[in-house]
């Protein structure tokens, strides 16, 4: 059965890459790895294969990133999880820590672990997972303010330990037995020239070396709490790197004879190749980019309507949400494989997507959001793993107020070196949170709301040159024009210290129903009505080089 994580874990809006950087911005100097240090605590989910006495091998090897000294959580049944909707039905378990694992020997595909406790609960078959869920503090030998941020933005790059409260730890844990008293699995000790980590006995698993303190450099986020309306004004002392689209000038690629409610394009399962993936009323189809070849296609039936997909490029994992109408979801979990659609799992009752929380384009959590018969989307978020066999209930989520894992992304737009969320909310006006405070939104909509358009279409492009921050585009449109399929692709940036929010393009004539980035050439979809044949619908797929915009 699988187990699930229904205590509140409090995920940070900042993702782990995000925090990072924000720890850099706190000017602990350049050469403390802040991308190792996540990727050397980052959780890796495993299963016990094997117990003999007081050691347990796991399913997870070199190949997944595991290495010596790692510690591992193992997990039993806790008590039962009801449906919602179906009281008489259990859905899963809460997760239950029962025994810890040290990795002593590491193989391609699996690892030897020392039991360091709760031997009698682990037994073949358990599920583990790395550095998540393990009591952790922070201490500052040097007592300075640097240190003290430092421990402040730890607890952000690394939120899947329980972070014991600053007031709770005294100022210095000089001994293994001091841990042991406190319950500490883990902890992080900022010392006069090195971060070094322990686990368990005061056993060292990791240190870093931190960076001589650069006096000029920034500190912090700017403080804002800038309101704008739809349309504010460039600032004039800076270039942005696309001033206009012109549908006239960009060039005709691709036509479907049919209405597309999305469209996406990317390296789908990691073989080098983009695909085109594009979801109509009748289903959703995944053709090779600019070149020849088969279409994989899953047709849709009903009950219900389509209302947008999403993807995990690398994986071949596409969530499909499928709503019906006051009644609840049944969405879909599909992967792509050897040029086929298939189906993992059917009538899922949540909306389904994967969030690049990490901004890298590769770093995806799968999340889903409860349904709400009046407002669509309701606010409980689980934390879900993709499996051949269906979704995993990991952990649940949280998120601010209006939040939709359908609206949201997450971008470096401003300066401050923080990783802010950019959604979308109800009404259709764009909200920016940065370290899980809303710093700016805009008065307006200045887009439909999610339930009509079903899914946010954006992108993120860099700006000439790659130098500074990059610009978020996304299919906006004048709210008052409710009736007519107008949108406008709409450009938001970080200008002079400001954000900047305009249309690049005038009202197109029709509805985007998707927005990429192709090595700056901007490749976006419109479907509009088709003049020779009443009542119905065409796509057409244009292009444009953003380096001679």
């Known amino acids: ?65 595991v290495v010596g000294g790692d510690l591992f959580e193992v997990y ?69 303010e640097l240190a003290q941020k430092g421990c402040q933005i730890l607890t952000q790059t690394l939120p899947d330990l329980i972070w014991l409260p600053s007031s709770s730890v005294p100022s210095e844990i000089l001994d293994a037995k001091s841990m042991e008293t406190l319950g500490i699995k883990m902890l992080f000790s900022f010392e006069a020239d090195r971060l070094k980590v322990f686990g368990p006995g005061l056993n060292l698993l990791r240190q870093y070396p931190l960076g001589q303190r650069n006096k000029n450099a920034k500190t912090g986020a700017p403080k804002t709490s800038n309101i704008a309306g739809p349309m504010a004004s460039e600032n004039p002392g800076q270039k942005a790197y696309i001033k206009n689209i012109d549908l006239a000038s960009a060039k005709l690629i691709g036509r479907l004879p049919e209405e597309t409610l999305q469209v996406a394009i990317m390296d789908l399962n990691r073989d080098g190749k983009l695909k085109m993936v594009y979801l109509t009323p ?5 053709c090779p980019f600019r070149q020849a070849g088969p279409v994989a296609s899953y047709k849709f039936y009903g009950p219900g309507h389509l209302m947008g997909f999403s993807a995990m490029p690398d994986k071949g994992w596409i969530a499909l949400n499928v709503v019906m109408d006051k009644a609840g979801m049944r969405s879909m979990l599909l992967r792509y494989e050897n040029g086929h659609i298939i189906e993992a799992q059917s009538d899922i009752n949540l909306w389904l997507a994967f969030l690049n929380m990490a901004d890298n384009g590769k770093t995806q959590l799968m999340a889903g959001q409860s349904f709400d018969q009046d407002d669509l989307f309701g606010q409980k978020f689980y934390r879900l793993e993709p499996e051949e066999k269906g979704i995993l209930y990991a952990d649940t989520l949280r998120f601010p107020p209006q939040f939709s894992i359908l609206g949201a992304t997450w971008a470096r737009l401003d300066d401050s070196g923080n990783q802010e969320l950019i959604m979308i909310d109800a009404s259709g006006r764009i909200l920016i949170y940065n370290l899980g405070q809303l710093i700016w939104s805009t008065s307006a909509p200045v887009t439909q709301p999610l339930a009509k358009q079903g899914f946010l279409k954006s992108c993120l492009i860099q700006n000439q040159n790659g130098t500074g921050p990059p610009s978020f585009l996304f299919a906006g449109r004048n709210i008052s024009d409710t009736e007519e399929m107008e949108d406008s692709i709409m450009m938001l940036t970080w200008q002079g210290g400001k954000y900047s929010l305009q249309a690049i393009s005038k009202p197109l004539g029709g509805r985007i129903s998707g927005i990429s980035d192709m090595d700056g050439h901007l490749v976006f979809c419109l479907s509009r009505a088709d003049l020779q044949k009443k009542g119905r619908y065409e796509s057409t797929l244009y292009e444009i080089d953003l380096n001679k915009n």
Not at 45 to 52: G, H, K, Q, Y
Not at 92 to 108: H, R
């Open 76 to 144: 039993g049944k806790g008590l039962a999880v009801k449906s919602p909707d179906k009281k008489e039905e259990t859905i899963g378990y809460l997760k239950k820590p029962v025994a810890m694992l040290e990795v002593t020997q590491v193989e391609e595909q699996k690892a030897i672990c020392r039991i360091l406790y709760g031997r009698a609960s682990v037994n073949k078959g358990l599920p583990a997972t790395r550095y998540s869920d393990m009591t952790a503090a922070c201490e500052t030998k040097n007592d300075s």
């Open 282 to 286: 009748s289903g959703l189809y995944i």
């Open 1 to 65: 059965m699988y187990l699930v994580a229904l205590f509140m874990a409090f995920f940070t809006i900042a993702a782990i890459c995000g925090a990072a950087r924000a720890l850099a911005a706190a000017d602990l100097g350049s050469s403390l790895l802040y991308e190792e240090i996540t990727r050397d605590f980052a959780p890796i989910p495993a299963i016990v294969m094997d117990v003999t006495g007081n050691t347990a091998t796991i399913d997870k090897g070199k190949v997944q990133g």
